[in-house]
């Protein structure tokens, strides 16, 4: 067949050869060129332009809720983009201050040029990375191996020139660029992002090869002139001070924080409704079925889902020089002249300058069932995708599936076998495994409500649950952070030893802090950690009444407020523990990935068979998240797992999740864990949780 | 009385500490069969099978491994005593899961065996066992070869559909109404705090959307504690094996019944559509306790009356344990690839049936090859020909209807009510107290609030149907316009 060029032995003896090639310069590819990077492999990141690496197509914003735990989670697997977050900020905020610590969202404006230059500092920085211009129109492939699902393998790439190269794994990340198309009114034409050319080719090879690929649809707002806008009416929202960084590594962020800049919100009036409703018969994107996310929708379908009212435009700087504003919630593809207009309905913008229209992208995705939890796909071996193609939608989400598919082609190249984040350990891994198992309708979204572990799973103990895997398993983690959050771990067990082991009668810790109103039924005594629980109390609190041993502890600031975090959420970890050791023991049960459905021996109904075959789940735990598989399929499907043991073996010994479940740190230390979780419930016996059903 | 409840708070406090001194959750369910039958026998498998077995023998000491002894039973949080029954102790790994398992033998009646399962039940640690639960944690520890699991997958299909028809029959009444109002008004309220959460800073999700959860949640969990306080419960359910008698229309099914219940509890006439309502009537045979319908005719009616009949015929077809298809043997092929296509486009797949041929006394030169092709069985369920008239066939209809009824009652979940209310109300109290404690976190951290609820909702999700995180942000984007 045509595609198959790895015969051509001029090609392939000039041809140079890397260990891992990415292509696409976007928040995906960068993250996996460089997790590849650091794991070992000679890579190389192929983008059409070096210039928009670390472009940020969309918003100027990093983070948010669900969104800053992603964050924390790739940079402790040293991922790039949360520490050139704390290099770029001009407006730090924490979200969901007030809802507690386990759903707070870390989020920050950047400044676009800041990152962009931070970003290529850091790519083209970065030890066995070689960045190329050039674009990728085809892919190299021959006969797969045979210990692996797929049908062929991938050896390299095929470039616009017809230059070949080789490499031991391919990554494409290649976003909205994949038979991109950009729409404003009734104009569309072909582009992955304004101004820069789509994908074909590949899209074609992709396709050739029996990839099944759907559409979506995702849109952008007008930008504004920010020396034209009336801000003084307008309700300001401030940065925080002092600003929290996303990196686990920044003691700080680079900006003081006096120095910030502000937010500020603005609203829709009835007018912009009326324009948007009188002409609708321009604006093809909004009338296409393609869908489009149900969260971030354009300001025309809000207005038609929910007439009537006024919508939120928050006025958003794009960096600290720069002179554009970034209007959120005003995403639209009217016809530019209609979009001013719109603009100049809104109170502040009454004067506003349109800097560039807002326009909606369509493009295609691969449906995500075709990937194995690596991001490899079934299909090709050695062929990984991350990002936007998968049916994503944000940065963080690209990013976090980058540093995965990154970590996974340098294991490949190596030998080794792949890295998983399981649902019970992170964000990524509840993004990766529902994406992988259930494929997706609409561009994906993280949200803390798709994460049933969300009390263990939090902003600040991402580098207890990652680094020492990311370091140990993946070689993707630097020794120095590595032996920071080895420090750290440390610290935290013997602080909650010596809070736990602090025990006083209830009266005497009512004496010794009597701002903290400890309840006179609760058993006495009772541990320092126990009175930590209360709202009230914090290790400040404490250190004042028993500085020996605990005023130590309440120096370290950052450990101070773990501890007290950790102390908040014992009860609900310690109880969710059964629950993920749960779906942790089906998450091991391995199925076979090539397994034919429609062929095997096992007692499954046909409908059970069609939704197993499309789904490929990997293990029993996936196969009991598809609805619709019944108990009985469940079983059956067990006993094929044990009839294949043999088979199964070596592949089940792979994943090493779980050594460091948040949940351990208390199990392991602490033996009285069980007393005080049902002293915590004084009124009743601890109502037990329910397990995942079967 | 105050010393009963020291007692009881002793007693509490005491299972407590035995049952949590282990690891991982304890199941139990009654694992023999269900209504007028001598002993029950109920089983636990976990770690806290030993604690469960001291509490509710109320006795530190536990009888030696695998040797039954005769113990008295009693509800260890009100000390009343509950039953004298035998008690086996078996130590994982020799036992049936493999984890440590206890057995209480004791008398059949429902009352006695609800009152151990909501015992069983109030121990913390412990909850009622999944569909396959015991076989899959015996899987798990290597416990049953692969020729005993070859049936497994079956045989929780079976559980799971005898379930699932015993679910249909509760949802039908005014309980089920109740049970999926509160489904909704809970998934309500889940979804919108957790929008709260995802969305309420940057986005149009107000504060006042908190405060009506709170109402909705506090209402809700003084209704549900209202209702479990409510001696009577509901529905009373009435115990036994749900059999039903369908047919086309004038095949004399009402003629069955009546001959079966030995009086004219149906009205029976030559006309074609007689039986409009379903006409039920309880009956003893063999032993086993059996709820017979009598339902109208299957056919595609035409008077609005008759139309509601086959209507109520076909949902109680669906929920049946049994079906007893009548067809005319005058009127039907004789071959049985016929007969059994004449039967399956009757019934519901999947629900054993006993085929009754009626009207034998019509047919001409003895219908031998009809009475050779029930004989035969396979492909057709057991068989036989019947004449409601001269009561010729009766035995061995009798004889065929113990024999299913025998199998049926083997299964432990078939229908039975004192299992299913005593599953309830446990799920319900445990929804009721993670909502009361949700008003208690409220206050101190939104996230381990919403954890209660989404406990609340798991737990109601036992009895009503899983919600998912789909479903959640499906009422999400419906109820808000959220997003940038």
Known sequence: PGHRRAGSAAGAAAAPRYGVVVTGGGHAGTEAAAAAARGGARTL??????????????????????????????????GLCGRVCDRSGVHYKVLNRCKGPAVWGLRAQIDRGRYKENMQKEILNTPLLTVHEASVEDLLLTEPEPDHPGKCQVTGVVLGDGSTIHAGSVILTTGTFLRGMVLIGLEMHPAGRLGDQPAIGLAQTLEKLGFTVGRLKTGTPPRLAKDTIDFSGLEERAADNPPVPFSFLSEAVWIKPEDQLSCYLTRT??????????????????????RGPRYCPSLESKVLRFPNREHQVWLEPEGLESNVIYPQGMSMTLPPELQEQVIKSIPGLEKAKMLQPGYGVQYDFLDPRQLAASLESRLVQRLFFAGQINGTTGYEEAAAQGVIAGINACLRVHGKPPFIVSRTEGYVGVLIDDLTTLGTSEPYRMFTSRVEFRMSLRPDNADARLTHRGFEEAGCVSQQRYEQARKMRAALEDGIATLKSLQFSISRWS??????????SRRSPASAFDILQYPEANMEVLARAVPEPLGKLAQWRELAERLKIEATYEWCVVNQQQEIEEVRRDEALRLPEDLDYFAIDASLSAEVREKLDSNRPQTIGAVSRIPGITPAAIVNLLRFV????????????????????????????????????AEFSEEEPESTFVKTPL | MALRRALSAAGRRWAQR???????????????GHGRCGVAVIRTSGPGSRGALQSLTGRPELPPPRILALRRIRDPATAEPLDRGLVVWFPGPRSFTGEDCAELHVHGGPAVVSGVLRALGRLPGLRPAEPGEFTRRAFRRGKLDLTAAEGLGDLIRAETEAQRRQ?????????????????????????????YIDFSEDDNVEEEVLSQVDATVRALEQEIGAHLRDGRRGELLRGGVRAVIAGPPNVGKSSLLNLLCQRPAAIVSPVAGTTRDVVEVALNVGGYP????????????????????????????RQADLVLAVLDAAAVPTEPAGLGAALGSLLPPATPCILVLNKADLLRGGGGALRDACARGDPLPPATLLSCKTGEGLNHLLELLARQLARLCGDPLAGSPSLTQSRHSLHLGDCAAALARYGRERRRDLGLAAERLRLARRHLGRITGHVGAEDVLDIIFRDFCVGK
């Not at chain 1, 010794?512 to 006179?520: K, R, T």
């Not at chain 2, 035995?18 to 023999?32: E, H, M, P, Y």
Request: glycine residues 8%.
């Open chain 2, 18 to 32: 035995l049952c949590s001194a282990a690891r991982g959750d304890t199941i139990f369910a009654v694992s023999s």
């Open chain 1, 642 to 677: 044990k009839t294949n043991h043999q088979k199964t073996e070596k592949l089940k010994a792979l994943p090493q999740t779980g050594k460091y479940l948040p949940g351990k740190m208390y199990s392991e230390k602490a033996t009285s864990q069980r007393q005080i979780s």
């Open chain 1, 45 to 78: 990141l192929l983008t059409h332009k070096i210039g928009t690496i670390g472009e940020m197509s969309c918003n100027p914003s990093f983070g948010g809720i669900g969104k800053g735990h992603l964050l924390r989670e790739l940079d402790a697997l040293d």
């Open chain 2, 167 to 195: 679910a249909l029959r509760q949802m039908e009444g005014e309980l089920g109404r109740l049970y999926q109002r509160w489904s909704e008004t809970l998934t309500q309220a889940l979804a919108h705090l957790e929008a």
């Open chain 1, 511 to 520: 004496q010794l802090i009597p701002e903290v109103p400890i309840s006179s």
């Open chain 1, 269 to 290: 009036t009835l007018k912009a409704q009326q324009i948007i409703r009188d002409n609708l018969h321009l604006n093809n994107h909004i009338r296409e079925t393609t």
């Open chain 2, 290 to 317: 059996l709820v017979l319908s009598d339902t109208a005719g299957l056919r595609d009616a035409t008077d609005p009356v008759e139309q509601e009949g086959v209507s109520r015929a076909r949902d109680r077809l």
